[in-house]
């Protein structure tokens, strides 16, 4: 049985999670994270009979040796102790701890993965099945417009689903988008994304004028759901896409919006593009999150010689 995590420990964990988002701007999905996390070591906390404002740095080194012992990845392990090392940065600032605990212990290395990605053919493949999925004419538009949109633009899923509808009116080569940490960037669209949120908003305007006519709330986002958060969930789009695999006769288990956005990413790095305006519509903070691109690259030009160099055959 999970020990509770005492009163004080959790208002330290509020206190830190509202900061965040005050003053950081933290977005939901980073909230969430180091939430769980930190209700994670509260409650391990608690079952060693410790308390956040006494322990020491050999408990918290204690606590990922715990974790290790569970089976954790080491990124997992490694966002916990950030997640710690946040929480206890922010308790020395507000006075309530005279040290940092966490200030100087080193985390398990993070191993760097190559995304997984798409060819040209299964993208086109996953364009040409959108259209065709769904159970009504309206699913079917928006699940188009939804594709078009991702591949156009390498969206993150969380921005793709909120787009309010106000930043696509009027035809614009250009869409503001809002990410993480709050920040704004443009993306430009393509023509056939385009063409298929032109499609999009002509269902959209339909359904509106109804919830009108109905004297109900007209939705403000582009792909409005009646869930909670009021447009598309992550979830489900990531529910739709799997079926819109299937239809293109694709592996649903390779294909998710975060490979739709490493596609955009590498196939615009082979095609040229520089590394610096991918950085730029990716939203990535540091260059270096961007160069996994370039890795990618390197090991298809060196399949590629392999496969066809007359020397490399023997």
Known sequence: MTARAPVASL???SAFLEAQAAEQGAARNTQLAYGRDLR???EWCAAQGLDFATLERGHV???LIACA???LAPATRARRLASVRQLFRFAYAEGW???DPASRISGPGRTRKLPVTLSHEDVDALLRAAPETGR???DRLRNACLLELLYATGLRVSELVSLPVAAVRGKPEMI???GKGNKERMVPLSAPASAALERWLVQWDSQAAQLRAARKLE???LFPSSGREGHLSRVGFYLILKEIALKAGLDPARISPHVLRHAFATHLLAGGADLRAIQTLLGHADISTTEIYTHVLQERLRALVLAHHPLARG
């Open 40 to 42: 994670d070591f509260a």
């Open 219 to 221: 939705p403000r986002f």
């Open 69 to 71: 012992a569970e089976g």
């Open 11 to 13: 208002h330290w964990v």
């Open 136 to 138: 009504s004419a309206g």
């Open 176 to 178: 503001l988008v809002r």
């Open 97 to 99: 701890r005279s040290d």
């Open 61 to 63: 080194e204690a606590y």
